[in-house]
Every structure is written in structure tokens, then in C-alpha cells.
């Protein structure tokens, strides 16, 4: 078997992933990412405290430089009026960019993670990034942008498990980790902190603005358009006599569109900064079906190249609350074939 080495995060899948890699014959070694944003201190610790008991080589790798960039991005989002996903990019830059090359230099001979998520391969024979059992702890959507070519060195041994047998496995391993609850935040901001996060960044920037509607009356004033997203609901502390969600953010007048649930569906989208783990032709159209968000399930759609690293989407039916800077990720038969970040304008709104 082979030298892997194992991302360890501080919680349960991590280190279960540990135990498991290792039943499986492998010899395992561990890694913790530290940088200086971090909200959760004790999940190194944590993580070590894990090696220890498993009697692993435990690694700490300090990646300030290249998260800096993560952070950036997600600033650079928020102030243009996008909603950003720095998990996704996170996994691509660092998680299997960074961290394969540190595998590299200890001779590791490939990486792995606990994230929820399977390997298999296409009807060409290539390999494909697929959905895992636990459709609820999925977390192939995050992943659309790892390097085609890297598939071959990574392992993922929680992706035929559901998270119940997972922290079953955890309490049998005698690990202190098995009731630790999962994380639901961003790891470099404070749960619901976001906006004071950006804010203390670039503390001269002035984002206060108008709520208007989407024939242009306005409405009221908002103190910042960063603390908003495309499809909230709650938040505007201002009453508008119905329900309404944010419809558009517009970074340039500054203004946060108003609307019905109607005027956020849309037919169609344009992502940008495309990965395709099965090569597709810059204008021949192909089914699939497309998710545009984390928490939504896959819908169908036509989807056809624009550009080597462009794709277009048109929706069967409409979708609601596409944003841009989140994710759209195309998949067949429950495996990723590529994706990009959501642009603005969504083309079309329905009928």
C-alpha cells in the first residue's frame, strides 16, 4: 500500500479518515494548515491530539501566504457585490494545490481528506469526481475546481459512509472527537461576523446605498451592501409591507434591488472560470444537471461552452436565488463533470 498523506482539520471525519486509511494498509501521515486568520484555535490541537493516539508523524504547514489570497478574493467579492465560496477556492489553490506539493517533499505518494465525496470514472475511463452516499454531507459541489490530472493521488475514505456510521466509528476508536460538531462557518470568520470581518480590511470604503425597487423607486437606505446576497429574505430592517427578497447589488450605484420571489427566477447564467474533468467542445450543447448553490440539489439543464473557461446554462425550470461569485457545478449521473464561478448578469429572467 501506499505513503498518503492525510489533511487533518480537528474534527471527526479527519480523524476517522485516519483510522480508517490505515485499516486499509496504508501508512499515513498527518497535516494541519495553520494560518494566522483562524477562529477555531483548538482545532490543532485537536488534530494532534488525534496523531498521537493513532501514533501517526503529524505536520503543521503554515500556508499565511497563499491564504492571503483566499482572503482577498473573498473582500474583493463582497465589495463588487458577488457572493463568494472561498471554500472552493481554498480547495483548489491550497487543499490539493499547496498541500500535494508538501506531500511531495515528504514522499507522500498521494493525499487525502475526510471529505464526503467518492471517486469512480466516466464511460471513457477517465476518472470522475462523484457524489457521495450521504447526499446531506455531499461535498463534491466545494471541489469542482481540483486539477483533473491530480484524481489519480487522492483518497477519500468517508465518501461510501453515512455521517451517523462515521461517529459510530469515532466512539469505537475511543476518539474525543466523535461528538465534536461540525463546523458550518467560514474557518477565517467568526459565525456571523462577515461584514465587521470585510470592514476592519478596507476601512475607508463607503458601500451605504439604497434599497430600491426593480422598477427603480426607492425605498429606503441600507448602511452597507455587503451584508447582503442575492435571495435573502431577512435583514433589511425595514418594512415593505410584503415579502421580498434581494433581487440584484449593484456595487456601482450601490444600490440592493427589491423584489418578489418571481423576479429572482431565472432561466439562464454564465459562469466564468470554468474546470472540466471530461473535456466538452466550445459550442456543442450538452445535458446535464447543474447546481448553483450548496444547499440546492442538482437541476436540469442545458449547458453549452462559450469559451474554453465560459459556459452557459439555460434551466428546464427557473431557478431561484442565482448569484454571482457563487458556484455552478455540472454533473451526470451523479458525478462532477466541471464548473465556475456564477457571473452577472443571469441572462435571462422568466417569463
Not at 451584508?227 to 450601490?254: C, L, P, Y
Request: with cysteine; charged share 25%; proline share 5%.
Amino acid at each position: 500500500m501506499s505513503h498518503l498523506l492525510l489533511a487533518m482539520s480537528g474534527g471527526v471525519d479527519s480523524s476517522t479518515a485516519a483510522s480508517l486509511l490505515r485499516e486499509q494498509g496504508h501508512t499515513v501521515s498527518g497535516v494541519y494548515m495553520k494560518h494566522s486568520f483562524q477562529t477555531r484555535p483548538q482545532d490543532c490541537e485537536d488534530a494532534q491530539k488525534t496523531a498521537n493516539l493513532m501514533k501517526i508523524p503529524f505536520h503543521i504547514v503554515d500556508i499565511d501566504e497563499p491564504f492571503r489570497e483566499i482572503i482577498d478574493r473573498f473582500c474583493e467579492d463582497y465589495s463588487a457585490g458577488r457572493t463568494p465560496n472561498p471554500c472552493a477556492l481554498c480547495n483548489r489553490k491550497i487543499k490539493f494545490g499547496h498541500l500535494l506539493e508538501f506531500a511531495d517533499s515528504i514522499g507522500a505518494d498521494g493525499l487525502a481528506t475526510g471529505h464526503y465525496v467518492r471517486l469512480g470514472s466516466f464511460e471513457n475511463g477517465l476518472p470522475a469526481l462523484c457524489q457521495a452516499r450521504d447526499l446531506s454531507k455531499d461535498q463534491s459541489y466545494s471541489l469542482y475546481g481540483i486539477n483533473p490530472a491530480t484524481l489519480s493521488r487522492l483518497h477519500f475514505p468517508l465518501g461510501n459512509l453515512l455521517k451517523s456510521q462515521v461517529r459510530e466509528k469515532a466512539r469505537q476508536l475511543g476518539l474525543h472527537l466523535a461528538e465534536k460538531k461540525d463546523s458550518q462557518e467560514t474557518c477565517f470568520v467568526k459565525p456571523h461576523k462577515h461584514v465587521e470581518f470585510i470592514r476592519q480590511r478596507n476601512p475607508n470604503a463607503n458601500t451605504a446605498g439604497y434599497f430600491v425597487s426593480t422598477n427603480g423607486k426607492i425605498l429606503g437606505r441600507h448602511d452597507g451592501y455587503e451584508q447582503f446576497t442575492i435571495g435573502q429574505r431577512k435583514g433589511m430592517k425595514i418594512g415593505f409591507g410584503q415579502r421580498v427578497f434581494v433581487v440584484r447589488i449593484d456595487a456601482e450605484t450601490k444600490n440592493v434591488v427589491i423584489g418578489t420571489r418571481d423576479d429572482l427566477a431565472m432561466k439562464e447564467l454564465v459562469a466564468r472560470e470554468a474546470n472540466w474533468f471530461i473535456p466538452r467542445n466550445v459550442g456543442e450543447p450538452f445535458r446535464c444537471d447543474v447546481k448553483i448553490r450548496y444547499r440546492n440539489a442538482p437541476s436540469p439543464a442545458e449547458v453549452v461552452l462559450t469559451a474554453k473557461d465560459e459556459f452557459h446554462v439555460r434551466f428546464d425550470v427557473p431557478k431561484h436565488g442565482v448569484a454571482p461569485g457563487q458556484i455552478a457545478v455540472c454533473y451526470l449521473n451523479g458525478c462532477v463533470l466541471g464548473g465556475g464561478t456564477i457571473t452577472f448578469p443571469a441572462i435571462a429572467r422568466s417569463e
